[in-house]
């Protein structure tokens, strides 16, 4: 007979959304996801309940864990420390346990595009497509972005690297939480050290808050190029603001305003060339 906990566990991850964590399987959130609820699932076999709470469990261990978000952070910063090109760095990134993300995700996701452009995109986490391919920005919005770089002559396997704030894909495709995103920040931080970028070009209002630690609106601060020092970097490089593709799918008007800020992008690379 199956007991209240269990019950309450199955209720859980049903609440959350969390169904390609208890049935061991991605998920395809496209498409019509399937119903799952409890009343279900307490008439599954025992045997299958039983190792799908245990994973479960297993996978979460590192929560229930008594390791302070500081030293979670410190060691990811070690990490990120110890790494002195962009392989090491992607391959402490995906040996990494500190990040929850990633025990509910199927890949990490880390980079792609030129290692060796001075131009460094990032975006906010990667999304369903993102973490079933490993790439970051090969979804509708990756072939939005696709179609905003091409429009200024950028290409990605030729001319920038493009990241993410975070390495594996939140649940749901909800924001990253604020404990994520500083747990993954010492590796991002690495990445812009080890590529050394001329320009900074930030996707969306949750990569921009994150790495100008700010809290004002994109809408007043997208496509404005400016100076960019933090003290991880011995030089002075330079960080501009885009939409997010999502935003400009939701809201097609705003598409005038990308454009001009593309422009902008295109006139400051040109001088700079």
């Not at 952070?73 to 760095?89: E, G």
């Not at 500190?98 to 290692?115: E, Q, R, S």
């Not at 931080?189 to 320009?199: A, D, N, S, W």
């Amino acid at each position: 007979m199956k007991t209240k906990q269990t019950f309450d566990a199955l209720a859980f991850y049903c609440d959350n959304d969390l169904n390609e964590v208890f049935l061991e399987e991605p998920q395809n959130h496209l498409v019509a996801p399937q119903i799952i609820t409890p009343a279900k699932l307490i008439n599954t076999p025992p045997a299958n309940i039983d190792v799908a709470l245990a994973n479960l469990a297993k996978k979460n261990s590192f929560i229930t864990s008594s390791i302070s978000l500081e030293s979670i952070v410190q060691s990811a910063q070690d990490l990120a420390d110890s790494c002195h090109n962009l392989s090491d760095l992607q391959q402490a990134v995906a040996k990494f346990e500190g990040c929850n993300l990633k025990k509910m995700a199927t890949n990490t996701v880390f980079g792609d595009g030129n290692h060796h452009s001075k131009i460094l995109v990032i975006g906010e986490a990667p999304g369903n497509e993102e973490d079933l391919q490993g790439v970051p920005f090969c979804g509708d919005s990756g072939l939005m972005l696709k179609d905003m770089f091409w429009a200024i002559g950028l290409q990605r396997q030729q001319d920038f690297y493009i990241t993410n704030t975070v390495f594996w894909r939140p649940p749901g495709n909800r924001q990253p939480t604020p404990e994520e995103i500083a747990i993954c920040k010492p590796f991002l931080h690495k990445i812009i050290q080890l590529i050394e970028p001329k320009i900074i070009i930030l996707i969306g209002a949750t990569a921009t808050n994150n790495l100008l630690n700010s809290n004002l609106p994109i809408g007043k601060i997208h496509g404005k190029i400016n100076d960019f020092q933090p003290n991880y970097l011995s030089y002075k490089t330079k960080v501009v603001s885009l939409f997010h593709p999502a935003f400009l799918m939701r809201q097609p008007s705003k598409k005038k305003l990308i454009w001009q800020d593309l422009l902008n992008i295109k006139q400051h690379l040109t001088k700079n060339d």
